[in-house]
C-alpha cells in the first residue's frame, strides 16, 4: 500500500486533487480511498488531505502519518508545517517552488522533487491554481499512477474547455518531471 | 458497477434505490452531503418521491410519523444536536411501531462544540426503540439501507431502525463502491403495504393516550418485536447476500478469533483499522482477535457469548461514555455474561471521542494494556483512552 499525504492551503484544491488520485488508481485497476483531514477550513489556512493506493481492498481508516508521498502545492507553507514529518526515507516530496531544491532546507532523507506548477497553471490554465499541476508531476515523478488514467480522472471532473487546458498542464508536469 | 465515489453519494443513491415515498430531512454536518444529493436527485428526476423541506430535525422526523402511518415508506437523515432535537420523536416513532429508517450519521454532542465523529448520539438514543446496526465501510453503510427498510417494514417487527455510519470518516471519504441495482433492490424489498393506515375513510388513531390499564402491553409488545427483530436481521442478512454477492455477517461477525487470547470487541469504521491492527499483531505472534458489533440494539448477547467464550481477556473500544459510569458497550457486555459460565475479565476503552484519530498505534496501545490484565489483573476497568495529560496542567498553553 502507498500512502500520499497533501499539503494545500484552503482554496488551492488539495482534497479534489486527493479525489482524484483516488479516481485515477482506480481506473488503474487498483484499490483506492481519499479523504481530507476534516475540519473547519477557512480559504487560505493550511490543510491536509490523504489518499492510499494498494493491490487490496482498504481497511484502515486513520490518517496517515508515515506517508510514502507528500505533494506540497504551496512553498510557502514549508514555514509553518512540518510538511515532510514522517515521510518515510525512501519515499518522495514533490514541493510547488522556483527555488532550488537545497535552498528548501528540508530535514527529510527522502527524494526531493521540485516543479513550479505556479508557472504552468498560470501558462496552461490562466489561474494559479496547481492542484491538478501537481498531479501530473505526481505521476511523472512516482510512476504510481498512468498518465491515461490520470486524463481520465480530471476529465470525469472538469468539462469542456477546462478539462482540455486541465490536461495540458498535467502533461506539461509530467514531462517536467520525467525527464 | 464499481465506481470511486464519496461515503454520501453512495448512501443517497442506496435511498434511491429503495424508492421511498417520502423524504423528510434537515442539513447539518458531516450529514449535509447526503441531504443535498438526494435533493439533487428529486429535483433531477431521478428520484420519484414527495421532498419536504422543513425548518427543523423536530420537524422532519414528525412529518414523517404522518407520512409513514399513511402508508409511505419513509427516509430520514441526521447527526448529533440533530438527532438530539429529533429525542422525543424518536421514541413516539418506534412506540407508533413505524418503520421509518433514518442514516445516523455518528458525530459528537457539544460542548464543546465539535462537529468531528464519535458515538455519543446514537449511544444517547439507544433505549428509544429503535434497530441500530453499524457500518464498517460505505458499501456496508449502502447495503444495509434495503436491509434495514425490509427488516423495519416486516408484519413481525414493525419498528424503525438506524443505519450507523462515522461522520467524515465514511461519509466525506472517496473509495470504491459497487452500486446497487434498482430492480434487484425493488426485487429484493417490494413496496409497503401497511396493514393499518391513516385513512379518512376507515379512521384509525395512532399514538393514542395509554392509561396505565394499557402502557405496559404496548411496552411488551415492542419489546417482543425487538427481540424477533435478531432473527430478521440475520435472514434478511442472507437473504441480501443471495442476491447481491456481499455478505457481513448476522448480528455480529468475527475477525481471527480462532485462538485467539485476547479479544477486542468494537464497533463502526474502527473495525477496518482493528482489522489492520489484529493483521500485524498476529504476525508477530500475539493470539488477538476482533468481534465486530453490527446490531447494537438488539443487543446480539447469545452470538457474543459464542464468539467470546475461549477469550481469555476481554476490551472493548467504543466511541462514547456514560459520564457518571463507563462506556456502554462496556456495561452491556458485562451485564450480558454475569449469568453465564464466562469468567474471562472484561475492561473498557473509551476512544475516539470528538474526532481523536484512532491508528493502528492506538489499537496496539489497548492490546498490549489489556495483555497486562492476564499477568497483573484488572487495574482499571474503564478507560479514557489518550488523554493528553500536558494539557491537563496549569498553566498548559499549548495545541
Known amino acids: ?179 | 458497477m464499481m465506481k470511486v465515489v464519496e461515503g454520501s453519494y453512495g448512501i443517497a443513491d442506496a435511498v434511491r434505490c429503495c424508492s421511498p415515498d417520502v423524504i423528510s430531512v434537515y442539513p447539518i454536518t458531516p450529514q449535509t452531503h447526503i441531504v443535498e444529493h438526494l435533493s439533487e436527485f428529486v429535483a433531477n428526476g431521478k428520484l420519484d418521491c414527495e421532498y419536504i423541506n422543513v425548518e427543523s430535525e423536530f420537524s422532519s422526523l414528525s412529518s414523517l410519523i404522518g407520512a409513514s402511518a399513511a402508508g409511505a415508506r419513509t427516509y430520514t437523515s441526521t447527526t448529533s444536536q440533530g438527532l438530539a432535537l429529533m429525542f422525543e420523536v424518536l421514541f413516539n416513532v418506534s412506540g407508533m411501531r413505524l418503520p421509518i429508517v433514518m442514516t445516523t450519521v455518528n458525530r459528537a454532542l457539544s460542548a464543546p462544540l465539535s462537529i468531528w465523529n464519535d458515538q455519543q448520539d446514537a449511544m444517547a438514543a439507544r433505549e428509544a426503540g429503535w434497530i441500530q446496526i453499524y457500518a464498517e465501510n460505505v458499501q456496508e453503510a449502502m447495503d444495509l439501507t434495503p436491509q434495514l427498510f425490509k427488516i423495519s417494514e416486516d408484519p413481525e417487527i414493525l419498528t424503525p431502525s438506524m443505519v450507523c455510519m462515522d461522520g467524515f470518516i465514511l461519509t466525506h471519504v472517496y473509495e470504491p463502491v459497487e452500486f446497487l441495482d434498482i430492480e434487484k433492490v425493488r426485487e429484493f424489498l417490494p413496496p409497503y403495504r401497511p396493514e393499518y393506515v391513516l385513512d379518512p375513510k376507515d379512521p384509525k388513531t395512532f399514538g393514542a393516550f395509554a392509561d396505565p390499564s394499557w402502557f405496559t402491553e404496548f411496552r411488551y409488545l415492542q419489546y417482543q418485536a425487538m427481540e424477533r427483530a435478531k432473527k430478521k436481521i440475520e435472514k434478511v442478512s442472507k437473504e441480501f447476500e443471495e442476491i447481491f454477492g456481499r455478505g457481513y455477517g448476522g448480528l455480529i461477525d468475527t475477525y481471527s478469533m480462532d485462538d485467539a487470547e485476547v479479544a477486542l470487541v468494537t464497533m463502526g469504521s474502527v473495525v477496518g483499522t482493528a482489522k489492520e491492527a489484529v493483521d500485524e499483531l498476529r504476525s508477530e505472534g500475539v493470539k488477538v482477535g476482533l468481534v465486530k458489533i453490527r446490531s447494537y440494539r438488539p443487543f446480539p448477547e447469545e452470538e457474543l457469548k459464542i464468539a467470546l467464550k475461549d477469550a481469555r481477556v476481554i476490551a472493548t473500544i467504543e466511541k462514547d461514555v456514560s459520564i457518571g459510569y463507563e462506556s456502554a458497550l462496556l456495561t452491556d457486555l458485562k451485564g450480558a455474561f454475569y449469568n453465564s459460565p464466562i469468567r474471562a475479565p472484561i475492561v473498557g476503552f473509551a476512544a475516539g471521542l470528538g474526532g481523536r484519530d484512532i491508528g493502528i498505534k492506538q489499537i496496539r496501545k489497548i492490546v498490549e494494556k489489556t495483555s497486562r490484565v492476564l499477568d497483573a489483573g484488572i487495574e482499571a476497568e474503564f478507560e479514557i483512552f489518550d488523554v493528553k495529560q500536558e494539557c491537563l496542567q496549569e498553566g498548559y498553553h499549548g495545541r
Open chain 1, 1 to 179: 500500500m502507498k500512502e500520499i499525504r497533501f499539503h494545500g492551503r484552503g482554496g488551492q484544491g488539495a482534497v479534489t486533487a486527493a479525489e482524484l488520485i483516488a479516481i485515477a488508481a482506480f481506473e488503474d485497476k487498483k484499490y483506492s480511498q481519499a479523504f481530507p483531514a476534516f475540519g473547519v477550513e477557512r480559504r487560505g489556512a493550511p490543510v491536509m488531505a490523504f489518499a492510499r493506493i494498494a493491490s487490496e481492498p482498504i481497511r484502515i481508516r486513520s490518517q496517515v502519518y508515515e506517508p510514502d508521498y507528500v505533494i506540497v502545492q504551496d512553498v510557502t507553507l514549508l514555514e509553518v508545517v512540518d510538511v515532510a514529518s514522517g515521510l518515510k526515507a525512501e519515499g518522495m516530496i514533490i514541493i510547488n517552488t522556483d527555488r532550488d531544491a537545497k535552498n528548501l532546507k528540508l530535514k527529510t532523507k527522502a527524494e526531493v522533487v521540485i516543479i513550479d506548477a505556479t508557472r504552468i497553471a498560470l501558462e496552461k490554465l490562466g489561474r494559479p491554481i496547481v492542484n491538478t499541476t501537481m498531479l501530473g508531476a505526481f505521476c511523472g515523478a512516482t510512476g504510481e499512477i498512468s498518465l491515461d488514467s490520470m486524463n481520465k480522472a480530471i476529465l470525469s471532473r472538469f468539462s469542456g474547455a477546462l478539462g482540455e487546458k486541465n490536461l495540458a498542464a498535467i502533461k506539461t508536469a509530467y514531462e517536467g518531471v520525467s525527464s
